[in-house]
Protein backbone atom coordinates (compact mmCIF):
# COMPACT_ATOMS: atom_id res chain seq x y z
CA UNK A 1 0.00 0.00 0.00
CA UNK A 2 2.79 1.96 1.08
CA UNK A 3 4.69 1.19 -2.16
CA UNK A 4 1.45 2.49 -4.37
CA UNK A 5 1.30 5.81 -2.47
CA UNK A 6 4.80 6.20 -3.13
CA UNK A 7 4.65 5.69 -6.37
CA UNK A 8 1.37 7.86 -7.11
CA UNK A 9 3.13 10.73 -5.28
CA UNK A 10 6.39 10.59 -7.53
CA UNK A 11 3.82 10.79 -10.82
CA UNK A 12 2.16 13.76 -9.24
CA UNK A 13 5.86 15.42 -8.23
CA UNK A 14 6.89 14.58 -12.03
CA UNK A 15 3.77 16.22 -13.57
CA UNK A 16 4.27 18.91 -11.22
CA UNK A 17 7.76 19.58 -12.12
CA UNK A 18 7.02 18.97 -16.08
CA UNK A 19 4.73 21.68 -15.76
CA UNK A 20 6.16 24.14 -14.06
CA UNK A 21 9.09 23.63 -16.00
CA UNK A 22 7.17 24.59 -19.40
CA UNK A 23 5.34 27.69 -17.84
CA UNK A 24 8.77 28.44 -16.28
CA UNK A 25 10.16 28.29 -19.69
CA UNK A 26 7.38 29.82 -21.29
CA UNK A 27 7.71 32.90 -19.47
CA UNK A 28 9.60 35.55 -21.47
CA UNK A 29 9.45 39.40 -23.45
CA UNK A 30 6.14 38.68 -24.97
CA UNK A 31 6.70 42.33 -26.98
CA UNK A 32 9.73 40.87 -28.51
CA UNK A 33 7.98 37.71 -29.63
CA UNK A 34 5.72 39.40 -31.58
CA UNK A 35 8.01 41.14 -33.43
CA UNK A 36 9.93 37.73 -33.73
CA UNK A 37 6.65 36.45 -35.04
CA UNK A 38 5.76 38.54 -37.75
CA UNK A 39 9.73 37.96 -38.88
CA UNK A 40 9.56 34.51 -38.89
CA UNK A 41 7.06 32.58 -38.47
CA UNK A 42 3.45 34.36 -40.38
CA UNK A 43 4.33 33.16 -43.87
CA UNK A 44 3.20 29.53 -42.42
CA UNK A 45 0.89 29.94 -38.92
CA UNK A 46 -1.22 32.42 -38.06
CA UNK A 47 -2.52 33.35 -34.07
CA UNK A 48 -6.15 32.35 -34.80
CA UNK A 49 -6.72 30.02 -37.56
CA UNK A 50 -4.81 27.30 -39.52
CA UNK A 51 -2.42 28.94 -42.66
CA UNK A 52 -0.53 26.22 -43.89
CA UNK A 53 1.26 24.95 -40.24
CA UNK A 54 -1.02 24.82 -37.10
CA UNK A 55 -2.88 27.77 -35.30
CA UNK A 56 -0.59 28.98 -32.27
CA UNK A 57 -2.74 30.30 -30.14
CA UNK A 58 -2.15 28.98 -26.45
CA UNK A 59 0.50 26.49 -28.39
CA UNK A 60 2.42 26.04 -25.42
CA UNK A 61 -0.76 25.13 -22.69
CA UNK A 62 -2.06 22.86 -25.72
CA UNK A 63 0.97 20.83 -26.25
CA UNK A 64 1.30 20.28 -22.78
CA UNK A 65 -2.53 19.19 -22.13
CA UNK A 66 -2.97 16.93 -25.35
CA UNK A 67 0.09 15.19 -25.34
CA UNK A 68 2.45 16.13 -21.71
CA UNK A 69 5.11 17.74 -23.86
CA UNK A 70 7.09 20.98 -22.95
CA UNK A 71 8.65 23.86 -24.66
CA UNK A 72 12.09 21.72 -24.48
CA UNK A 73 10.07 19.71 -26.96
CA UNK A 74 8.94 22.97 -29.18
CA UNK A 75 12.56 24.08 -28.74
CA UNK A 76 13.47 21.26 -30.45
CA UNK A 77 11.28 20.94 -32.95
CA UNK A 78 11.65 24.95 -34.09
CA UNK A 79 15.34 24.76 -34.48
CA UNK A 80 15.68 21.68 -36.16
CA UNK A 81 12.40 19.46 -36.73
CA UNK A 82 13.77 17.24 -39.19
CA UNK A 83 16.88 15.77 -37.01
CA UNK A 84 13.90 15.26 -34.63
CA UNK A 85 11.92 13.33 -36.84
CA UNK A 86 14.68 11.38 -37.49
CA UNK A 87 15.46 11.16 -33.92
CA UNK A 88 12.69 8.51 -34.35
CA UNK A 89 10.25 11.23 -31.96
CA UNK A 90 6.58 9.93 -32.09
CA UNK A 91 4.74 13.23 -32.14
CA UNK A 92 6.82 14.62 -33.96
CA UNK A 93 6.47 12.64 -37.07
CA UNK A 94 2.46 12.55 -36.41
CA UNK A 95 2.67 16.62 -37.17
CA UNK A 96 4.90 16.13 -40.31
CA UNK A 97 1.90 13.57 -41.54
CA UNK A 98 -0.81 15.52 -40.08
CA UNK A 99 0.44 18.71 -42.56
CA UNK A 100 0.72 16.53 -46.07
CA UNK A 101 4.54 16.10 -45.09
CA UNK A 102 5.88 19.54 -45.60
CA UNK A 103 8.69 20.18 -43.64
CA UNK A 104 8.79 23.39 -41.71
CA UNK A 105 11.98 25.21 -42.08
CA UNK A 106 14.42 25.27 -39.61
CA UNK A 107 15.57 28.26 -37.31
CA UNK A 108 18.79 27.51 -36.08
CA UNK A 109 19.73 31.02 -35.80
CA UNK A 110 17.03 31.52 -33.34
CA UNK A 111 18.68 31.51 -29.44
CA UNK A 112 16.60 29.75 -26.73
CA UNK A 113 15.50 33.78 -25.73
CA UNK A 114 14.20 34.38 -28.60
CA UNK A 115 12.12 31.31 -28.65
CA UNK A 116 10.81 31.63 -25.31
CA UNK A 117 9.83 35.00 -26.42
CA UNK A 118 7.84 33.84 -29.23
CA UNK A 119 5.91 31.42 -27.22
CA UNK A 120 5.41 33.97 -24.59
CA UNK A 121 3.70 36.19 -27.47
CA UNK A 122 1.47 33.33 -28.50
CA UNK A 123 0.10 32.93 -24.97
CA UNK A 124 -0.69 36.30 -24.53
CA UNK A 125 -1.06 37.97 -28.41
CA UNK A 126 -2.62 41.33 -27.63
CA UNK A 127 -0.48 42.00 -24.33
CA UNK A 128 2.36 41.19 -26.61
CA UNK A 129 1.41 43.61 -29.60
CA UNK A 130 0.37 46.03 -27.06
CA UNK A 131 4.15 45.98 -25.45
CA UNK A 132 5.42 45.79 -28.58
CA UNK A 133 3.89 49.25 -29.62
CA UNK A 134 4.55 50.59 -26.05
CA UNK A 135 7.99 49.91 -26.41
CA UNK A 136 8.39 51.44 -30.02
CA UNK A 137 6.32 54.51 -28.47
CA UNK A 138 8.58 54.88 -26.18
CA UNK A 139 11.92 54.90 -28.28
CA UNK A 140 10.57 57.55 -31.05
CA UNK A 141 9.61 59.77 -27.78
CA UNK A 142 13.39 59.45 -26.61
CA UNK A 143 14.82 60.16 -29.75
CA UNK A 144 12.20 63.44 -30.25
CA UNK A 145 14.09 65.57 -28.42
CA UNK A 146 17.19 65.29 -30.25
CA UNK A 147 15.46 65.81 -33.49
CA UNK A 148 13.84 69.38 -32.31
CA UNK A 149 16.89 70.87 -31.25
CA UNK A 150 18.09 69.81 -34.46
CA UNK A 151 15.08 71.66 -36.12
CA UNK A 152 15.67 74.67 -34.37
CA UNK A 153 19.06 75.11 -35.34
CA UNK A 154 18.16 74.89 -38.74
CA UNK A 155 14.94 77.70 -38.16
CA UNK A 156 17.67 79.81 -36.65
CA UNK A 157 20.34 79.74 -39.79
CA UNK A 158 17.28 80.60 -41.93
CA UNK A 159 16.22 83.10 -39.89
CA UNK A 160 19.71 84.86 -39.88
CA UNK A 161 19.84 84.17 -43.71
CA UNK A 162 16.89 86.39 -44.12
CA UNK A 163 17.95 89.01 -42.34
CA UNK A 164 20.91 89.13 -44.06
CA UNK A 165 19.56 88.84 -47.59
CA UNK A 166 16.60 91.81 -46.38
CA UNK A 167 19.75 93.80 -46.05
CA UNK A 168 21.70 93.40 -49.31
CA UNK A 169 17.92 94.54 -51.42
CA UNK A 170 18.08 97.27 -49.42
CA UNK A 171 21.20 98.66 -50.05
CA UNK A 172 21.05 97.33 -53.73
CA UNK A 173 17.66 99.83 -53.62
CA UNK A 174 19.09 102.27 -52.64
CA UNK A 175 21.88 102.19 -54.62
CA UNK A 176 19.71 101.80 -57.65
CA UNK A 177 17.49 104.97 -56.25
CA UNK A 178 20.71 107.49 -56.44
CA UNK A 179 21.81 106.04 -59.81
CA UNK A 180 18.34 107.03 -61.33
CA UNK A 181 18.51 110.20 -59.51
CA UNK A 182 22.13 111.72 -61.04
CA UNK A 183 20.99 110.19 -64.75
CA UNK A 184 18.15 112.84 -64.43
CA UNK A 185 19.94 115.77 -63.60
CA UNK A 186 22.83 115.19 -66.29
CA UNK A 187 22.70 116.23 -69.95
CA UNK A 188 24.29 114.90 -72.77
CA UNK A 189 27.07 116.68 -74.13
CA UNK A 190 28.25 117.75 -77.98
CA UNK A 191 30.97 115.40 -77.94
CA UNK A 192 29.32 113.18 -77.51
CA UNK A 193 26.60 113.39 -79.68
CA UNK A 194 29.40 114.01 -82.30
CA UNK A 195 30.86 110.68 -81.39
CA UNK A 196 27.70 108.32 -82.02
CA UNK A 197 27.44 106.36 -85.07
CA UNK A 198 24.16 105.36 -86.24
CA UNK A 199 23.24 101.78 -86.03
CA UNK A 200 23.01 101.96 -89.97
CA UNK A 201 26.09 103.00 -90.78
CA UNK A 202 27.89 100.41 -88.15
CA UNK A 203 25.66 97.71 -90.12
CA UNK A 204 27.09 98.89 -93.33
CA UNK A 205 30.32 99.04 -92.34
CA UNK A 206 30.43 95.66 -91.06
CA UNK A 207 28.38 93.48 -93.60
CA UNK A 208 30.76 91.44 -94.60
CA UNK A 209 31.73 90.33 -91.27
CA UNK A 210 27.88 89.94 -90.20
CA UNK A 211 26.81 88.00 -93.52
CA UNK A 212 29.75 85.39 -92.76
CA UNK A 213 28.86 85.37 -88.58
CA UNK A 214 25.16 84.71 -90.03
CA UNK A 215 26.31 81.59 -92.23
CA UNK A 216 28.45 80.25 -89.30
CA UNK A 217 25.19 80.48 -87.25
CA UNK A 218 23.25 78.93 -89.69
CA UNK A 219 25.75 76.34 -90.14
CA UNK A 220 25.69 75.40 -85.94
CA UNK A 221 21.98 75.48 -86.19
CA UNK A 222 21.82 72.24 -89.03
CA UNK A 223 24.43 70.93 -87.34
CA UNK A 224 22.47 71.15 -84.33
CA UNK A 225 19.53 70.48 -85.65
CA UNK A 226 21.43 67.11 -86.81
CA UNK A 227 22.09 66.01 -83.79
CA UNK A 228 19.03 66.44 -82.44
CA UNK A 229 17.47 64.82 -85.02
CA UNK A 230 19.73 61.71 -84.30
CA UNK A 231 19.15 61.88 -80.36
CA UNK A 232 15.42 61.37 -80.99
CA UNK A 233 14.82 57.60 -78.90
CA UNK A 234 18.08 58.15 -77.64
CA UNK A 235 17.38 58.27 -73.80
CA UNK A 236 20.80 57.47 -71.52
CA UNK A 237 20.06 58.74 -68.41
CA UNK A 238 16.40 58.49 -68.10
CA UNK A 239 15.84 57.96 -64.45
CA UNK A 240 12.13 58.30 -63.64
CA UNK A 241 10.21 58.41 -60.79
CA UNK A 242 8.23 55.43 -59.99
CA UNK A 243 5.08 55.15 -58.69
CA UNK A 244 6.86 53.16 -55.53
CA UNK A 245 10.54 53.50 -54.72
CA UNK A 246 12.33 50.18 -55.32
CA UNK A 247 15.98 49.76 -54.84
CA UNK A 248 17.65 47.19 -56.74
CA UNK A 249 20.46 47.82 -54.46
CA UNK A 250 19.11 46.28 -52.08
CA UNK A 251 17.56 43.72 -53.52
CA UNK A 252 19.85 42.30 -56.41
CA UNK A 253 22.81 43.19 -54.00
CA UNK A 254 22.78 43.04 -50.14
CA UNK A 255 19.89 40.27 -50.62
CA UNK A 256 21.89 39.04 -53.52
CA UNK A 257 18.60 38.41 -55.42
CA UNK A 258 19.49 37.19 -58.76
CA UNK A 259 17.85 39.33 -61.58
CA UNK A 260 16.10 36.46 -63.16
CA UNK A 261 14.53 35.41 -60.02
CA UNK A 262 12.30 38.39 -60.50
CA UNK A 263 12.81 38.48 -64.47
CA UNK A 264 11.85 35.12 -65.35
CA UNK A 265 10.67 35.98 -68.73
CA UNK A 266 13.61 37.45 -70.11
CA UNK A 267 15.49 34.12 -70.16
CA UNK A 268 12.25 32.62 -72.25
CA UNK A 269 10.92 35.18 -73.81
CA UNK A 270 11.68 38.45 -75.99
CA UNK A 271 10.77 40.90 -73.11
CA UNK A 272 12.38 40.48 -69.64
CA UNK A 273 9.14 41.55 -68.27
CA UNK A 274 7.93 43.13 -64.95
CA UNK A 275 7.24 41.28 -61.98
CA UNK A 276 3.96 40.51 -60.52
CA UNK A 277 3.09 41.24 -56.84
CA UNK A 278 3.43 37.56 -56.56
CA UNK A 279 7.06 37.49 -56.76
CA UNK A 280 7.04 40.31 -54.48
CA UNK A 281 4.77 38.27 -52.30
CA UNK A 282 6.98 35.50 -51.87
CA UNK A 283 9.28 37.47 -49.80
CA UNK A 284 7.15 40.80 -48.43
CA UNK A 285 4.46 37.94 -47.08
CA UNK A 286 6.80 38.18 -43.89
CA UNK A 287 9.14 41.04 -44.75
CA UNK A 288 6.67 43.89 -43.17
CA UNK A 289 9.14 46.36 -43.10
CA UNK A 290 12.85 47.38 -44.23
CA UNK A 291 15.35 46.82 -40.78
CA UNK A 292 18.39 46.14 -43.06
CA UNK A 293 21.49 48.44 -42.11
CA UNK A 294 21.87 49.94 -45.62
CA UNK A 295 20.42 53.45 -46.40
CA UNK A 296 20.81 55.95 -49.48
CA UNK A 297 23.45 58.52 -47.32
CA UNK A 298 22.26 60.77 -50.10
CA UNK A 299 18.86 61.27 -49.01
CA UNK A 300 19.93 62.32 -45.67
CA UNK A 301 22.62 64.79 -47.35
CA UNK A 302 20.09 66.30 -49.51
CA UNK A 303 17.66 67.17 -46.90
CA UNK A 304 15.16 64.98 -48.60
CA UNK A 305 15.41 63.23 -44.94
CA UNK A 306 16.53 64.10 -41.59
CA UNK A 307 18.42 61.11 -40.83
CA UNK A 308 18.60 56.69 -41.64
CA UNK A 309 15.92 56.34 -39.38
CA UNK A 310 13.43 58.41 -41.29
CA UNK A 311 15.18 56.92 -44.91
CA UNK A 312 14.71 53.33 -42.97
CA UNK A 313 10.89 54.43 -42.34
CA UNK A 314 10.21 55.69 -46.02
CA UNK A 315 11.09 51.97 -47.23
CA UNK A 316 8.71 50.37 -44.38
CA UNK A 317 6.08 52.76 -45.93
CA UNK A 318 7.14 51.74 -49.60
CA UNK A 319 6.26 47.95 -48.86
CA UNK A 320 3.10 49.25 -47.44
CA UNK A 321 1.97 50.92 -50.87
CA UNK A 322 2.57 47.40 -52.25
CA UNK A 323 0.14 46.09 -49.38
CA UNK A 324 -2.52 48.72 -50.28
CA UNK A 325 -2.01 48.18 -54.26
CA UNK A 326 -2.92 44.23 -54.04
CA UNK A 327 -5.31 44.53 -51.03
CA UNK A 328 -2.46 42.56 -48.30
CA UNK A 329 -3.78 43.03 -45.06
CA UNK A 330 -0.51 42.52 -42.79
CA UNK A 331 -1.92 41.98 -39.59
CA UNK A 332 -4.07 38.89 -40.88
CA UNK A 333 -1.82 37.72 -43.72
CA UNK A 334 -4.86 37.79 -46.05
CA UNK A 335 -6.14 39.73 -49.47
CA UNK A 336 -9.06 41.94 -47.73
CA UNK A 337 -8.58 45.00 -50.22
CA UNK A 338 -9.77 45.75 -53.14
CA UNK A 339 -6.62 45.42 -55.65
CA UNK A 340 -6.23 47.53 -58.00
CA UNK A 341 -2.60 47.55 -60.59
CA UNK A 342 0.85 49.20 -60.15
CA UNK A 343 1.40 51.65 -62.75
CA UNK A 344 5.30 51.70 -63.00
CA UNK A 345 7.27 53.47 -65.65
CA UNK A 346 8.89 51.73 -67.97
CA UNK A 347 12.54 52.30 -68.51
CA UNK A 348 14.00 50.60 -71.58
CA UNK A 349 11.45 50.35 -75.07
CA UNK A 350 12.59 49.28 -78.30
CA UNK A 351 11.28 50.86 -81.47
CA UNK A 352 8.28 48.72 -82.77
CA UNK A 353 10.55 48.60 -86.17
CA UNK A 354 13.37 46.53 -83.80
CA UNK A 355 13.08 43.10 -83.57
CA UNK A 356 14.68 42.12 -80.22
CA UNK A 357 14.96 38.97 -77.77
CA UNK A 358 16.06 38.89 -74.81
CA UNK A 359 16.29 34.96 -74.70
CA UNK A 360 18.61 34.73 -77.70
CA UNK A 361 21.05 36.72 -75.57
CA UNK A 362 20.49 35.40 -71.76
CA UNK A 363 20.59 31.70 -72.86
CA UNK A 364 22.08 31.28 -75.94
CA UNK A 365 25.06 34.72 -75.58
CA UNK A 366 25.06 34.23 -71.94
CA UNK A 367 29.16 32.89 -72.13
CA UNK A 368 29.98 35.06 -75.05
CA UNK A 369 28.77 38.14 -73.48
CA UNK A 370 30.33 37.45 -70.02
CA UNK A 371 33.64 36.57 -71.73
CA UNK A 372 33.22 40.55 -73.65
CA UNK A 373 32.64 41.94 -70.00
CA UNK A 374 35.74 40.26 -68.37
CA UNK A 375 37.77 41.55 -71.41
CA UNK A 376 36.45 44.76 -71.64
CA UNK A 377 35.20 44.54 -75.68
CA UNK A 378 31.48 46.04 -74.78
CA UNK A 379 30.47 49.09 -75.70
CA UNK A 380 31.09 52.00 -73.02
CA UNK A 381 32.80 49.17 -71.18
CA UNK A 382 35.11 51.93 -69.38
CA UNK A 383 31.85 54.30 -68.11
CA UNK A 384 30.61 50.82 -67.12
CA UNK A 385 33.17 49.45 -65.47
CA UNK A 386 31.69 46.37 -64.62
CA UNK A 387 33.37 43.75 -62.65
CA UNK A 388 34.69 39.99 -63.84
CA UNK A 389 31.60 38.61 -61.93
CA UNK A 390 29.12 40.81 -63.43
CA UNK A 391 25.84 38.64 -64.97
CA UNK A 392 24.60 39.19 -68.10
CA UNK A 393 22.14 41.65 -67.66
CA UNK A 394 24.62 44.03 -66.62
CA UNK A 395 26.41 44.70 -70.08
CA UNK A 396 23.07 46.40 -71.35
CA UNK A 397 21.81 47.65 -68.21
CA UNK A 398 24.85 48.42 -66.25
CA UNK A 399 25.75 47.81 -63.08
CA UNK A 400 21.92 47.51 -61.92
CA UNK A 401 22.70 45.99 -58.50
CA UNK A 402 24.47 49.33 -57.35
CA UNK A 403 21.55 51.44 -58.72
CA UNK A 404 18.91 52.41 -56.10
CA UNK A 405 16.42 54.52 -59.26
CA UNK A 406 17.36 52.07 -62.06
CA UNK A 407 18.04 54.69 -65.09
CA UNK A 408 19.12 53.68 -68.64
CA UNK A 409 23.08 53.02 -68.44
CA UNK A 410 23.44 52.88 -72.82
CA UNK A 411 21.85 54.85 -75.26
CA UNK A 412 20.96 51.64 -77.17
CA UNK A 413 21.32 53.02 -80.80
CA UNK A 414 21.78 50.56 -83.39
CA UNK A 415 25.64 51.79 -84.07
CA UNK A 416 26.06 50.83 -80.22
CA UNK A 417 24.70 47.44 -81.38
CA UNK A 418 26.60 47.08 -84.45
CA UNK A 419 29.61 47.52 -82.32
CA UNK A 420 28.59 44.85 -79.81
CA UNK A 421 28.32 42.43 -82.28
CA UNK A 422 31.53 43.27 -84.13
CA UNK A 423 33.84 43.22 -80.72
CA UNK A 424 31.63 40.26 -79.02
CA UNK A 425 33.27 36.58 -80.11
CA UNK A 426 31.14 33.70 -80.77
CA UNK A 427 31.10 30.71 -78.44
CA UNK A 428 33.02 27.88 -80.35
CA UNK A 429 32.79 25.70 -77.05
CA UNK A 430 29.39 25.45 -77.34
CA UNK A 431 28.32 21.99 -79.31
CA UNK A 432 25.66 23.49 -81.33
CA UNK A 433 27.92 26.28 -82.41
CA UNK A 434 31.14 24.01 -82.80
CA UNK A 435 29.41 21.63 -85.09
CA UNK A 436 27.04 24.29 -87.12
CA UNK A 437 29.82 26.99 -87.90
CA UNK A 438 33.01 24.40 -88.05
CA UNK A 439 32.51 25.02 -91.90
CA UNK A 440 32.83 28.88 -91.61
CA UNK A 441 35.07 28.40 -88.91
CA UNK A 442 37.51 26.74 -91.35
CA UNK A 443 37.19 29.11 -93.97
CA UNK A 444 37.72 32.22 -92.05
CA UNK A 445 40.99 30.11 -90.63
CA UNK A 446 41.94 29.71 -93.94
CA UNK A 447 41.23 33.96 -95.00
CA UNK A 448 42.74 35.29 -91.78
CA UNK A 449 44.85 32.74 -90.57
CA UNK A 450 44.50 30.19 -87.59
CA UNK A 451 44.03 32.10 -84.79
CA UNK A 452 40.90 34.04 -86.22
CA UNK A 453 38.16 34.81 -83.98
CA UNK A 454 34.69 34.27 -85.32
CA UNK A 455 32.34 37.24 -84.04
CA UNK A 456 28.73 38.13 -84.14
CA UNK A 457 28.77 39.95 -86.81
CA UNK A 458 30.37 36.68 -89.20
CA UNK A 459 27.41 34.61 -88.27
CA UNK A 460 24.83 37.73 -90.00
CA UNK A 461 25.20 39.74 -87.08
CA UNK A 462 25.15 42.61 -89.36
CA UNK A 463 21.99 41.60 -91.28
CA UNK A 464 19.48 44.29 -91.93
CA UNK A 465 16.81 41.09 -91.83
CA UNK A 466 18.19 39.59 -88.38
CA UNK A 467 16.49 43.02 -86.51
CA UNK A 468 14.27 44.73 -89.28
CA UNK A 469 11.61 42.34 -91.22
Known amino acids: MKARILTRLRLWSAVAMMAGFS????????????????????????????????????????????????????????????????????YANEVYAKYNNQEMLAFTSLSDSDIDDILAYTSDPEGGQQAFEDAKKAAEAANAPAKSDGGSANTGVIAVGFVVLAALLLWILLRV??????????????????????????????????????????????????????????????????????????????????????????????????????????????????RGDYFEEELVNSGKFASADDVKKFYTGEIQKMYKAIGWNPETNKYEGNQ???????????????????????VAGEKAILKAIQEGTIPNAKELNLSADSQVCFACHGQVNQMNEVKMANDFTMGWCIECHRTTEVDMNNEYNKEYYAELHEKLKKQYGDATKITVDAIGGLECGKCHY
Open 340 to 362: KPIEWVRIHNMPDFVYFSHAQHV
Open 23 to 90: IANAQGDAGNGYDLFNTHCTACHQIDGQLIGPEMRNVVSRLQEEQGLGTDWLHLWIKDNKALRESGDR
Open 177 to 290: NALVSATRAGSLTEDTLNKAVSFNEMVQKYKPVGLAGLGLLGLIVLYAVYWGLMGIGVDKGYEPEQPIYFSHKVHADIQGIDCQYCHSSAKYGKVSGIPSTNVCMNCHKTIKEY
